[in-house]
Nanobody, 125 residues
Framework: QVQLVESGGGSVQAGGSLRLSCAAS????????MSWYRQTPGQEREFVSS???????TYADSVKGRFTISQDNAKSTLYLQMNSLEPEDTAMYYC???????????????????WGQGTQVTVSS
């Protein structure tokens, strides 16, 4: 029912920029937070950044000052502007939507987290 599709990944040189997008389909009348995670082979998935329903943002220390998370007015698309990219940023980047359980938001099977399939970012030195 809920689909998240990432795009915008690619290969860039160190110091370059990319903007990732996450398009969501499937409307649910619940408030939610949006996040970006990343993962490299053999590593656990790592938190990158998040933006809550009210627009408050959070960043991992490793990307502070370089990445900016945002979303459009309709909250249908999530973005991650990545500047000053470093080889250490190389990873598969995933978009996540976390719905907020409330008296008017109870989802089937108790599932409140949804993930996209990821988009690859490769940064060369």
């Amino acid at each position: 029912q809920v689909q998240l599709v990432e795009s915008g990944g690619g290969s860039v040189q160190a110091g370059g920029s990319l903007r990732l997008s996450c398009a969501a389909s499937g409307y649910i009348a619940c408030r939610y937070d949006m996040s970006w995670y990343r993962q490299t082979p053999g590593q656990e998935r790592e938190f990158v950044s998040s933006i809550d329903w009210y627009g408050s943002t959070t960043y991992a220390d490793s990307v502070k000052g370089r990445f900016t998370i945002s979303q459009d007015n309709a909250k249908s698309t999530l973005y991650l502007q990545m500047n000053s990219l470093e080889p250490e940023d190389t990873a598969m980047y995933y978009c996540k939507r976390r719905f907020a359980r409330s008296s008017v938001c109870v989802l089937p099977q108790g599932r409140y987290d949804y993930w996209g399939q990821g988009t690859q970012v490769t940064v060369s030195s």
